[in-house]
Structures are given as structure tokens and as C-alpha cells.
């Protein structure tokens, strides 16, 4: 296989089928598909998976996607007890989303200090600090 045109990491909460099947885990999967598939070298940080699909296949299955294209690095995900709860969800979302995607930037800005991804992209209360 050719070396990647590009390396991008992709920054997001979560992802099917590791996390289920909201829009959001929808759009990174095709999107983590697509890029794989077109010579892309896909860095994924999300939360670590809620199944162990990840354990049972390699990882580029998940995504259809040629071996060795798609790396999986997982940053911790941590709520307020009592979350999930009725009535919890902006409270979590306004506690949980902020801290996640501080650690997950700070992942994606030592990749790019190293030289590891070309580009990153963050989706789903991501960001880069």
C-alpha cells in the first residue's frame, strides 16, 4: 500500500460503531470511511469504545477501510455522577463535552508538534486549545 497523501487526525465524542448510531457517529464513521478509502491515514480520538469490537477485528474493519489506515487513540470521558438521569442531560453535556474536548485537543496539538498528522478536524464539542 502507498504512503498516505495525508494524515488527519479527527477529534470527535463519538463514532459508530463504537458509540451507537445518532447522526453524529454516523457522519464521522462515512467520514473516517471515506478518507481511508482514498489514501488518507486517519488519526480517530474520541472516548474509548462502549463495545469491544475494537478488540475482536482490526480497527480499519470497523470502517471498511484498507489495513493500517485508521489509528484509534482514546482520551478519558468522564460525567457527574448521577448523569443520565432524566433531567441530566444539559447538566452533562455543559460538565462533560468542555473537559473531553480540552483533553482531546490537547492530544491532536502534541500529534501536530510531533509531526505525526497534517491536518486536524474536530467535530461534536471539540476543540483545540
Known amino acids: 500500500m502507498p504512503d498516505p497523501a495525508l494524515r488527519v487526525a479527527i477529534l470527535a465524542r463519538s463514532v459508530a460503531p463504537l458509540h451507537g448510531l445518532g447522526g453524529l ?3 464521522v464513521h462515512d467520514l473516517v470511511h471515506h478518507l481511508a478509502r482514498r489514501n488518507v491515514a486517519v488519526t480517530l480520538i474520541t472516548k474509548p469504545p462502549l463495545n469491544d469490537i ?8 470497523a470502517f471498511d477501510a484498507p489495513p493500517d489506515r485508521v489509528r484509534l487513540i482514546t482520551v478519558p470521558y468522564v460525567t457527574f455522577p448521577g448523569a443520565g438521569r432524566r433531567g441530566t442531560t444539559v447538566i452533562d453535556r455543559s460538565t462533560a463535552y468542555p473537559v473531553f474536548g480540552w483533553r482531546a485537543g490537547r ?7 510531533r509531526g505525526e498528522v497534517d491536518l486536524v ?9
Open 25 to 27: 457517529e454516523r457522519h
Open 54 to 61: 475494537v478488540a475482536s477485528s482490526p480497527l480499519s474493519d
Open 107 to 113: 492530544v491532536a496539538v502534541r500529534l501536530a508538534h
Open 121 to 129: 478536524h474536530a467535530l461534536g464539542a471539540c476543540f483545540i486549545v
